[in-house]
C-alpha cells in the first residue's frame, strides 16, 4: 500500500468523510483525494503527522516503515487479505488490500486477520465485499462459519457440519449445494480449516 492509500484506509476506519479528515489536516478536499488516489505522491511530512495523529497511529506506520500497529492501546490493526491462496502463508503482503481494528481482548485470544467475502454463496448475512475477522484455528466446531481451502483452491467462507464419517462446507445462499468430504477425501484432496470467522465488518 502506498502511503496515500494507507491515509485512506485509515479516514473510511475512521468513519470520516473526505471534507471532514481534509479540514483535520488543513487541505482541500481536492488535495486530499489527490493524496488518496496517488495523484499526488510526495505528501508533506506535516500532514501525514496530522493524518497519524487523528488516527492515532504513527507517522512510521503510514509512511510502511513499521507493522500494522497503533500508538496506543485502544485497539490492535490486524491485515485484510483479498483473498488466501495454496502455498501462500496468511500474512503474505501482496494481498493485503486494507486494515481493520480489533480490540485488544480479542487480539489476546488468539491470532487474526480480515478476509474479503467474494461472491454471494454465503448471502443474505455475508455479501460481495464485505469482510470477516477471523481467526486463526485448523479446526472448530459444527455449525461455526469457517474460512476453509479445498484442493488447493482460494479459501472459501463456509458454515461448518460435522459428521462421524465426515465434514460439509455450507452456503448459506440455497442456490449453491452443500459440499460433502468423507474422511479420506479430507486427508487426500486436501480439505484444510484456517480458521473461524468471529465477527462481520458488513460494507455499506
Known amino acids: 500500500m502506498t502511503v496515500g492509500e494507507r491515509i485512506k484506509s485509515l479516514r473510511i476506519s475512521l468513519e470520516m468523510s473526505q471534507v471532514e479528515f481534509a479540514d483535520k489536516i488543513n487541505v482541500s478536499k481536492?488535495?486530499?483525494?489527490?493524496?488518496?488516489?496517488?495523484?499526488?505522491?510526495?505528501?508533506?511530512?506535516?500532514?501525514?503527522?496530522?493524518?497519524?495523529?487523528?488516527?492515532?497511529?504513527t507517522p512510521a506506520f503510514l509512511m510502511g516503515?513499521?507493522?500494522?500497529?497503533?500508538?496506543?492501546?485502544?485497539?490492535?490493526?490486524?491485515?485484510?487479505?483479498?483473498r488466501v491462496a495454496a502455498g501462500i502463508p496468511i500474512e503474505a503482503i501482496e494481498d493485503v488490500?486494507?486494515?481493520?481494528?480489533?480490540?485488544?481482548?480479542?487480539a489476546k485470544t488468539g491470532e487474526f486477520f480480515g478476509l474479503q467475502i467474494h461472491g454471494d454463496s454465503m448471502e443474505?448475512?455475508?455479501?460481495?465485499?464485505?469482510?470477516?475477522?477471523?481467526?486463526?484455528?485448523?479446526?472448530a466446531e459444527s455449525d461455526d462459519i469457517v474460512i476453509a481451502m479445498v484442493n488447493g483452491d482460494d479459501a472459501t467462507c463456509k458454515k461448518l457440519k460435522k459428521y462421524d464419517?465426515?465434514?460439509?462446507?455450507i452456503s448459506t445462499n440455497p442456490a449453491y449445494d452443500?459440499?460433502?468430504f468423507n474422511k479420506k477425501e479430507i486427508e487426500t484432496k486436501p480439505v484444510r480449516i484456517l480458521?473461524?470467522?468471529?465477527?462481520?465488518?458488513?460494507?455499506?
Open 30 to 57: 481536492q488535495t486530499l483525494y489527490k493524496y488518496e488516489n496517488n495523484i499526488i505522491t510526495n505528501i508533506p511530512s506535516d500532514k501525514i503527522e496530522a493524518a497519524a495523529k487523528i488516527g492515532n497511529v
Open 178 to 180: 452443500p459440499m460433502y
Open 65 to 82: 516503515w513499521e507493522p500494522l500497529k497503533p500508538k496506543s492501546s485502544k485497539g490492535i490493526i490486524i491485515n485484510v487479505l483479498g
Open 195 to 204: 480458521g473461524r470467522v468471529v465477527e462481520l465488518r458488513a460494507k455499506f
Open 165 to 169: 464419517d465426515g465434514i460439509a462446507l
Open 124 to 139: 443474505p448475512k455475508f455479501s460481495d465485499g464485505d469482510v470477516v475477522i477471523v481467526r486463526k484455528q485448523n479446526d
Open 97 to 106: 488490500i486494507d486494515t481493520e481494528e480489533i480490540s485488544e481482548e480479542m
